[in-house]
């Protein structure tokens, strides 16, 4: 027993000399945090909150046979990162709300085909670890983009020809709508490593937008809730990651509609409110109204031992930048995730 325990001591010692972005943290839990992290943001991402970062966005390209990358130079300081930290994943995120021409390539075979292709290309010239879809959303046209009956088959059919392009080694991932709509998770629940659940958005003043669980203040959806669409759907809870927002969301007179955590501290003339059946802080003015829903470090504590307790794989949240300098919000994450 003793050289057993030793050997496995040495190895450690090991990963900790030659890894020396690695920590023991990470040695002992299998979780992942995933950051969006955004183009035309200019704050560089710490890698040593997260295991990975999506770089959004690309979009299909107007011939709807490949893709095209945002700020492709920021990319590539984004994969930068990884040479002093090796436990680093980056992936490409394709999509986004208002991105369109998805429906129009994944319906043709060999445009299908081309973009697969072409994924591996940005794969290999980029030096990625993988390839996430953000399809918003398959069937609806919402974003004001294109879309058909048949999107929620050919997207099936998508994930398939890019995992088949890419290989096994490679990620691919991809995020979704709260309510687990518009996308077949059951038929693709092997060719894909995890969901990104973008459980968020689910509502605005007098609602929570991102609620862990049900309250009369709660929106159209829970992350509860989110999550059961999903597994009820077809997809293991094992691959599931839940979205956190850095963002709240006003009543749009008194707070804009959308407003980065950052900013929204130095509001004033509010009282923070706390719903205990929600776990969700909100702010209320002088007559009492509700008119910002957002997320603390209180709420995201919460949502990471949920995570656990239900064996999700881990945490995303959109976007780094969303932060404060410091990290508040991130660091939340981390220490309620990986520590």
Request: proline content about 3%.
């Amino acid at each position: 027993m003793k050289s057993i325990l030793s050997k496995a001591f040495t190895v450690l010692l090991l990963m900790l000399l030659l890894y020396p972005g690695i920590s023991l943290a990470r040695t002992k839990n299998k979780k992942v945090v995933i950051a969006y992290v955004t183009s035309w943001s200019k704050v560089m991402p710490d890698p040593t909150y997260l295991t990975h970062i999506n770089y959004a966005f690309a979009h299909v390209s107007d011939s709807f046979d490949g893709l095209r990358i945002d700020n492709e130079s920021r990319l590539k300081a984004i994969t930068d990162l990884k040479k002093a930290h090796p436990h680093l994943k980056v992936l490409l995120s394709i999509g986004g709300w208002g991105s369109g021409r998805f429906s129009e390539m994944a319906a043709d075979k060999s445009n299908r085909k081309k973009f697969a292709q072409d994924c591996l290309r940005v794969v290999r010239e980029f030096n990625l670890d993988g390839i996430d879809i953000d399809w918003e959303y398959p069937t609806n046209s919402s974003a004001g983009i294109s879309s058909s009956l048949a999107d929620t088959e050919n997207f099936t059919l998508l994930m398939h020809d890019i995992r088949k392009a890419i290989g096994k080694k490679k990620l691919l991932t991809l995020a979704s709508l709260a309510n687990g709509k518009y996308i077949a998770f059951d038929k693709i629940k092997k060719e894909v490593d995890f969901v990104n659940i973008m459980t968020y958005d689910s509502g605005h003043p007098p609602y929570h937008h991102a609620s862990l669980h049900r309250s009369p203040l709660s929106g159209h959806t829970t992350c509860v809730e989110a999550v059961k669409a999903h597994v009820d759907g077809g997809m293991p809870v094992e691959k599931l990651v839940l979205g956190i927002p850095f963002y709240g969301r006003g009543n749009k007179t008194e707070v804009k509609g959308f407003i980065d955590y950052k900013d929204l501290l130095s509001l004033q003339g509010f009282e923070q409110k706390w719903d205990d059946a929600a776990k969700a802080h909100y702010l209320v003015n002088d007559k009492g109204e509700f008119v910002l829903t957002y997320e603390t470090p209180e709420s995201i504590a919460f949502k990471c031992d949920y995570v656990h307790t239900t064996g999700l794989l881990g945490a995303m949240y959109w976007e780094y930048a969303g932060d404060t300098e410091s990290g508040v919000l991130r660091d939340a994450v981390y220490k309620g995730i990986l520590q």
